[in-house]
């Protein structure tokens, strides 16, 4: 069975850190780009950060550039997002998700694997 559970999420105030943790299980994801998005309600899920296959790229959203960075360690089959300086509008559900290397890898539909989300909650 092909699974991905995010953890590391909480009630945090402004200006505070967090880092999410993502692990599979099932398949070896060595191969795939991964990635973070998050969801809030009414709105889209939005790209967060995302850790490429082709030479460990990494690409971030304009939102969060300079305050997250996503690493991944393919021996352990674990992705991270260290999310620094948070400010409220970081409040949502966070997914992390695994793809075949086929695009940029920022965009959701091309995820096929999907944790259930931690959620983030950031106060003022």
């Known amino acids: 069975q092909v699974q991905l559970v995010e953890s590391g999420g909480g009630l945090v105030q402004a200006g505070d850190s967090l880092r999410l943790s993502c692990a599979a299980s099932?398949?070896?994801?060595?191969?795939?780009?991964m990635g973070w998005f998050r969801q809030t309600p009414g709105k889209e899920r939005e790209f967060v950060a995302a850790?490429?296959?082709?030479?460990?790229?990494?690409d971030y959203a304009d939102s969060v550039k300079g305050r997250f960075t996503i690493s991944r360690d393919n021996a352990k089959n674990t992705v991270s997002l260290e999310m620094n300086s948070l400010k409220p509008e970081d409040t949502a559900v966070y997914y992390c998700?695994?793809?075949?290397?086929?695009?940029?890898?920022?965009?959701?539909?091309?995820?096929?694997?999907w944790g259930q989300g931690t959620q983030v909650t950031v106060s003022s």
């Open positions: 998700a695994a793809g075949i290397p086929l695009g940029g890898g920022t965009h959701w539909w091309e995820y096929a694997y």
């Open positions: 099932g398949r070896t994801f060595s191969g795939y780009n």
């Open positions: 850790r490429r296959w082709s030479g460990g790229s990494s």
